[in-house]
Protein backbone atom coordinates (compact mmCIF):
# COMPACT_ATOMS: atom_id res chain seq x y z
CA UNK A 1 0.00 0.00 0.00
CA UNK A 2 2.38 2.37 0.94
CA UNK A 3 5.04 3.58 -1.93
CA UNK A 4 7.94 4.83 0.01
CA UNK A 5 10.26 1.97 1.01
CA UNK A 6 9.94 1.52 4.78
CA UNK A 7 13.82 1.64 5.61
CA UNK A 8 14.07 5.10 4.27
CA UNK A 9 12.21 5.44 7.50
CA UNK A 10 14.36 3.81 9.49
CA UNK A 11 17.23 5.46 7.87
CA UNK A 12 15.61 8.74 9.45
CA UNK A 13 15.00 7.22 12.63
CA UNK A 14 19.00 6.68 12.78
CA UNK A 15 19.53 9.84 11.43
CA UNK A 16 17.87 11.66 14.26
CA UNK A 17 18.91 8.74 17.07
CA UNK A 18 22.72 10.22 15.94
CA UNK A 19 21.48 13.76 16.06
CA UNK A 20 20.42 13.48 19.52
CA UNK A 21 23.34 11.70 20.94
CA UNK A 22 24.99 14.27 19.80
CA UNK A 23 23.15 17.02 21.44
CA UNK A 24 23.04 14.50 24.33
CA UNK A 25 26.98 14.74 24.03
CA UNK A 26 27.23 18.24 23.28
CA UNK A 27 25.41 20.25 24.97
CA UNK A 28 25.79 22.34 28.27
CA UNK A 29 22.62 23.16 29.47
CA UNK A 30 20.76 20.49 31.35
CA UNK A 31 16.99 21.65 29.77
CA UNK A 32 18.98 20.67 26.23
CA UNK A 33 20.04 17.90 27.27
CA UNK A 34 16.73 16.66 28.34
CA UNK A 35 15.76 17.15 25.05
CA UNK A 36 17.81 15.31 23.27
CA UNK A 37 16.86 12.47 24.85
CA UNK A 38 12.80 12.99 24.13
CA UNK A 39 14.35 13.20 20.42
CA UNK A 40 15.88 9.93 20.55
CA UNK A 41 13.00 8.58 22.26
CA UNK A 42 10.89 9.68 19.37
CA UNK A 43 13.17 8.36 16.99
CA UNK A 44 12.67 4.76 18.61
CA UNK A 45 9.27 5.50 18.31
CA UNK A 46 9.23 6.05 14.81
CA UNK A 47 11.46 2.85 14.44
CA UNK A 48 8.84 0.96 16.37
CA UNK A 49 6.22 2.14 13.81
CA UNK A 50 7.89 1.40 11.30
CA UNK A 51 8.35 -2.53 12.18
CA UNK A 52 5.32 -3.02 13.19
CA UNK A 53 4.03 -1.61 9.80
CA UNK A 54 6.66 -4.44 8.48
CA UNK A 55 5.45 -7.08 9.76
CA UNK A 56 1.75 -6.18 10.04
CA UNK A 57 1.72 -6.82 13.78
CA UNK A 58 0.53 -4.16 16.11
CA UNK A 59 2.73 -4.94 19.45
CA UNK A 60 4.80 -2.03 17.90
CA UNK A 61 2.05 -0.08 18.61
CA UNK A 62 1.33 -0.28 21.39
CA UNK A 63 4.90 -0.23 22.46
CA UNK A 64 5.46 3.28 21.46
CA UNK A 65 2.20 3.96 23.56
CA UNK A 66 4.36 2.54 26.72
CA UNK A 67 7.00 4.75 25.01
CA UNK A 68 5.28 7.92 25.49
CA UNK A 69 4.10 7.39 28.77
CA UNK A 70 7.06 6.63 30.41
CA UNK A 71 8.57 9.79 28.35
CA UNK A 72 5.91 11.71 29.82
CA UNK A 73 6.98 10.26 33.62
CA UNK A 74 10.61 10.79 32.60
CA UNK A 75 9.75 14.42 32.09
CA UNK A 76 8.01 14.99 34.90
CA UNK A 77 10.54 13.62 37.25
CA UNK A 78 13.76 14.80 35.59
CA UNK A 79 12.16 18.57 35.23
CA UNK A 80 11.35 18.23 39.58
CA UNK A 81 15.24 17.40 39.13
CA UNK A 82 16.49 20.35 37.27
CA UNK A 83 14.35 22.66 38.98
CA UNK A 84 16.35 21.87 42.07
CA UNK A 85 19.29 21.54 40.46
CA UNK A 86 18.61 25.10 39.04
CA UNK A 87 17.55 26.18 43.04
CA UNK A 88 20.88 25.10 44.25
CA UNK A 89 23.42 25.53 42.11
CA UNK A 90 22.24 28.89 40.35
CA UNK A 91 23.26 27.60 36.92
CA UNK A 92 22.09 25.26 34.47
CA UNK A 93 25.42 24.57 32.80
CA UNK A 94 26.34 20.86 33.68
CA UNK A 95 29.85 21.60 33.97
CA UNK A 96 28.78 23.50 37.10
CA UNK A 97 27.09 20.36 38.58
CA UNK A 98 30.00 17.64 39.55
CA UNK A 99 29.31 17.19 43.20
CA UNK A 100 26.34 15.15 43.95
CA UNK A 101 25.89 17.20 47.22
CA UNK A 102 26.73 20.47 47.99
CA UNK B 1 8.11 10.36 -7.70
CA UNK B 2 4.46 9.83 -6.14
CA UNK B 3 2.80 12.15 -3.84
CA UNK B 4 3.53 10.42 -0.63
CA UNK B 5 7.20 10.09 -1.18
CA UNK B 6 7.84 13.56 -1.98
CA UNK B 7 5.40 14.27 0.93
CA UNK B 8 8.01 11.61 3.01
CA UNK B 9 11.22 13.48 1.90
CA UNK B 10 9.61 16.94 2.97
CA UNK B 11 8.78 15.60 6.24
CA UNK B 12 12.32 14.17 6.68
CA UNK B 13 13.81 17.49 6.03
CA UNK B 14 11.87 19.61 8.28
CA UNK B 15 12.15 16.15 10.94
CA UNK B 16 16.11 16.55 10.53
CA UNK B 17 16.77 20.36 10.45
CA UNK B 18 14.47 20.31 13.16
CA UNK B 19 17.01 18.57 14.90
CA UNK B 20 20.08 19.87 13.62
CA UNK B 21 18.61 23.13 14.62
CA UNK B 22 18.06 21.69 18.35
CA UNK B 23 21.70 21.22 18.34
CA UNK B 24 22.89 24.24 17.25
CA UNK B 25 20.36 27.12 19.03
CA UNK B 26 21.73 28.37 21.80
CA UNK B 27 18.91 29.61 23.53
CA UNK B 28 16.91 26.39 25.47
CA UNK B 29 13.84 27.76 24.24
CA UNK B 30 14.53 27.65 20.79
CA UNK B 31 15.38 24.20 21.32
CA UNK B 32 11.99 23.39 22.72
CA UNK B 33 10.51 24.99 19.43
CA UNK B 34 12.74 23.20 17.07
CA UNK B 35 11.80 20.04 19.02
CA UNK B 36 8.10 20.92 18.79
CA UNK B 37 8.94 21.12 14.97
CA UNK B 38 10.40 17.62 14.80
CA UNK B 39 7.51 16.05 16.84
CA UNK B 40 4.88 17.77 14.27
CA UNK B 41 7.01 16.29 11.36
CA UNK B 42 6.97 12.49 13.19
CA UNK B 43 3.60 12.60 13.64
CA UNK B 44 2.64 13.39 9.73
CA UNK B 45 5.14 10.43 9.41
CA UNK B 46 2.71 8.33 11.34
CA UNK B 47 0.41 9.08 9.25
CA UNK B 48 2.00 8.18 6.48
CA UNK B 49 3.01 4.44 8.31
CA UNK B 50 -1.40 4.17 8.46
CA UNK B 51 -0.58 4.99 12.30
CA UNK B 52 -3.47 7.21 12.92
CA UNK B 53 -4.11 7.09 16.43
CA UNK B 54 -0.12 6.87 17.13
CA UNK B 55 -0.06 10.18 15.33
CA UNK B 56 -2.82 11.39 17.32
CA UNK B 57 -1.02 10.58 20.98
CA UNK B 58 1.79 12.38 19.66
CA UNK B 59 0.54 15.57 18.65
CA UNK B 60 -1.78 15.34 22.02
CA UNK B 61 0.90 14.10 25.19
CA UNK B 62 4.34 14.59 22.88
CA UNK B 63 4.11 18.03 21.16
CA UNK B 64 1.28 19.25 23.92
CA UNK B 65 1.97 18.10 27.35
CA UNK B 66 5.47 17.32 27.65
CA UNK B 67 6.68 20.20 25.79
CA UNK B 68 4.73 22.65 27.33
CA UNK B 69 6.03 20.91 30.40
CA UNK B 70 9.85 22.07 29.32
CA UNK B 71 8.64 25.44 27.70
CA UNK B 72 7.07 26.09 31.56
CA UNK B 73 10.13 24.89 33.16
CA UNK B 74 12.74 27.02 30.93
CA UNK B 75 10.31 30.49 31.37
CA UNK B 76 10.06 29.33 35.51
CA UNK B 77 13.95 28.86 35.93
CA UNK B 78 14.44 31.59 33.54
CA UNK B 79 16.80 29.99 31.47
CA UNK B 80 19.01 32.17 29.39
CA UNK B 81 21.54 31.44 26.68
CA UNK B 82 24.15 28.66 27.08
CA UNK B 83 28.00 28.90 28.56
CA UNK B 84 30.86 28.76 26.25
CA UNK B 85 33.39 26.48 27.71
CA UNK B 86 36.79 25.91 27.08
CA UNK B 87 35.94 21.76 27.28
CA UNK B 88 34.22 21.79 23.58
CA UNK B 89 37.35 21.66 21.71
CA UNK B 90 38.11 18.26 22.07
CA UNK B 91 34.30 17.52 22.00
CA UNK B 92 34.80 19.29 18.53
CA UNK B 93 37.46 17.14 16.67
CA UNK B 94 37.13 13.99 18.33
CA UNK B 95 33.36 13.53 20.06
CA UNK B 96 31.80 14.86 16.46
CA UNK B 97 33.35 12.67 14.34
CA UNK B 98 32.50 9.81 16.47
CA UNK B 99 29.47 10.81 16.85
CA UNK B 100 28.93 11.12 12.89
CA UNK B 101 30.58 7.98 12.73
CA UNK B 102 28.02 6.56 15.24
CA UNK B 103 24.69 8.01 13.55
CA UNK B 104 26.25 6.87 9.64
CA UNK B 105 26.81 3.24 11.02
CA UNK B 106 23.11 3.08 12.68
CA UNK B 107 21.67 4.21 9.48
CA UNK B 108 23.91 1.75 7.72
CA UNK B 109 22.98 -1.52 9.73
CA UNK B 110 18.92 -0.26 9.98
CA UNK B 111 18.81 -0.01 6.10
CA UNK B 112 20.75 -3.03 5.10
CA UNK B 113 18.98 -5.52 8.39
CA UNK B 114 15.85 -4.20 6.86
CA UNK B 115 16.67 -4.54 3.13
CA UNK B 116 16.19 -8.33 3.38
CA UNK B 117 12.28 -7.61 4.09
CA UNK B 118 11.30 -4.39 2.66
CA UNK B 119 10.56 -6.69 -0.88
CA UNK B 120 7.31 -6.67 1.52
CA UNK B 121 5.96 -3.36 1.63
CA UNK B 122 3.57 -4.54 4.60
CA UNK B 123 0.64 -4.21 4.95
CA UNK B 124 -1.64 -1.19 7.25
CA UNK B 125 -1.29 -3.19 10.41
CA UNK B 126 -4.33 -1.92 12.13
CA UNK B 127 -7.34 0.46 12.96
CA UNK B 128 -7.62 2.31 16.43
CA UNK B 129 -10.14 -0.27 17.16
CA UNK B 130 -7.94 -3.27 16.79
CA UNK B 131 -5.27 -1.36 18.66
CA UNK B 132 -7.78 -0.61 21.68
CA UNK B 133 -9.04 -4.36 21.69
CA UNK B 134 -5.63 -5.45 21.67
CA UNK B 135 -4.04 -2.84 24.36
CA UNK B 136 -7.12 -4.12 26.89
CA UNK B 137 -7.04 -7.83 26.22
CA UNK B 138 -3.09 -8.89 25.84
CA UNK B 139 -1.63 -5.65 27.05
CA UNK B 140 -3.99 -4.63 30.18
CA UNK B 141 -1.63 -5.19 32.62
CA UNK B 142 1.15 -3.23 32.05
CA UNK B 143 -1.58 -0.42 30.60
CA UNK B 144 -2.92 -0.52 34.41
CA UNK B 145 0.91 -0.51 35.68
CA UNK B 146 1.70 2.34 33.86
CA UNK B 147 -1.12 4.45 35.64
CA UNK B 148 0.86 3.58 38.97
CA UNK B 149 4.20 4.84 37.36
CA UNK B 150 2.73 8.26 36.11
CA UNK B 151 0.87 8.54 39.75
CA UNK B 152 4.48 7.62 41.45
CA UNK B 153 5.35 10.23 38.72
CA UNK B 154 3.58 12.86 39.82
CA UNK B 155 3.86 12.70 43.95
CA UNK B 156 8.23 12.27 43.00
CA UNK B 157 7.68 15.39 40.77
CA UNK B 158 5.83 17.13 43.25
CA UNK B 159 7.88 16.19 46.31
CA UNK B 160 11.44 17.18 44.73
CA UNK B 161 10.18 20.40 43.48
CA UNK B 162 8.91 21.45 46.89
CA UNK B 163 10.30 24.01 48.54
CA UNK B 164 11.89 23.36 51.75
CA UNK B 165 10.65 25.26 54.20
Redesign the interface.
Known amino acids: ???????????????????????F?????V??I???I??ML?AV???F??F???????????F???V??????????G??????I?RSRQS??V?RVDLLKL | M?L??IL?FLL?AV??AG??N??LQRH?IH??LS?IV??GA?AA??L????E??AA??II??AG??MV??VL??M??N?GE??R?N??RM?RYV??PV??F???E??Y???RA??T??A???????STR??AT??FRE?VL?FEL?SI??L???L???V??RRES
Request: net charge negative; proline share 4%; hydrophobic share 70%.
Open positions: MTVVPLPYYLVLSAILFGLGAIGVFKRNITFMAELNNLAVTSRMHGQLQGQVVLFIVVAAAEAAVLAIIIVALNE | TELFAAVAVLIPSALVMLLYLLGAFIVQVYAILFVILLAEETLSAGLGFLLFLAVMAAGQAAPGVAPAQLMLFPTLIIAIGAVLA
